[in-house]
């Protein structure tokens, strides 16, 4: 249990097109969602937080406006990389939470695999 | 601000070897502390964690443990595998692990050769 997927798993795009990147958990239900960046041979970023039914909480330095997280579900987050240029280039990863009772309530965060955003 | 560092890869051993990864960490508070392992094509997965100084977290054969005065969470295994070929990485986090974003290291990719 407690798998998280990411579509899709690779994009390609031109510059100044927006590209969505849906995360879903989907054998329980996220709590909380995450998302990372990862540039080759770094550490992965915390970009935002978000919890279904509320505004993300960016990181400092994130563009709010071009980043777009939306968690609509207790199952689905999505981040959309508005107006996207050669430097959004990256590997995005989403985490979610999984609630539960036991050990003072949140538990692990479950990893998606992973989107390589190219942008020409 | 919080950071994480880990020693730099590629780590390559033979089967059966001693495996440690050096992991440390700067904090303002006290954080718990993880390690997540990555095999190719996956996802990061939790190997184990720590929650509060001299816990030790451990989990198929990995053993790490919380050392709050060299501010430091070392990685080790008595004995490695090919199927331990991966990148591990360091994280620290001011929650249990699941309300808070991680902080992490850059990762270290481990090869194990038969």
């Known amino acids: 249990g407690a798998v998280v997927s990411q579509h899709p798993s690779r994009v390609i795009c031109k510059s100044g097109t927006s590209v969505k990147i849906e995360c879903r958990s989907l054998?329980?239900?996220?709590?909380?969602m995450f998302w990372y960046r990862q540039f080759p041979k770094q550490s992965l970023m915390l970009m935002a937080t978000?919890?279904?039914?509320?505004?993300?909480?960016?990181e400092q330095g994130v563009e709010k406006d071009k980043f777009l997280i939306n968690h609509a579900s207790l199952t689905l987050s999505t981040l959309t990389v508005t107006s996207a240029h050669p430097e959004d280039s990256s590997f995005y990863i989403c985490?979610?939470?999984?609630?539960?009772?036991?050990?003072?309530?949140?538990?692990?965060?479950?990893f998606g695999p992973g989107t390589r955003l190219t942008v020409l | 601000g919080d950071s994480v560092t880990q020693m730099e890869g590629p780590v390559t051993l033979s089967e059966e070897a001693f495996l440690t990864i050096n992991c440390t960490y700067t904090?303002?508070?006290?954080?718990?502390l993880f390690w997540y392992v990555q095999y190719p094509g996956e996802g990061l997965q939790l190997l184990l964690k720590?929650?509060?100084?001299?816990d030790k977290g451990s989990n198929k054969g990995f053993e790490a443990t919380y050392r709050k005065e060299t501010t430091s969470f070392h990685l080790e295994k008595g004995s490695v595998q090919v199927s331990d070929s991966a990148v591990y990485f360091c994280?620290?986090?001011?929650?249990?692990?699941?309300?808070?974003?991680?902080?992490f290291g850059k990762g270290t990719h481990l090869i194990i050769q038969p």
């Open positions: 720590a929650t509060k100084a001299d």
């Open positions: 994280a620290l986090s001011y929650s249990g692990g699941g309300a808070d974003g991680l902080t």
């Open positions: 054998d329980f239900q996220a709590t909380t």
């Open positions: 985490s979610a939470t999984r609630y539960t009772t036991s050990r003072g309530g949140s538990d692990t965060q479950y």
């Open positions: 978000s919890n279904e039914g509320s505004k993300a909480t960016y």
């Open positions: 904090a303002t508070g006290y954080p718990s």
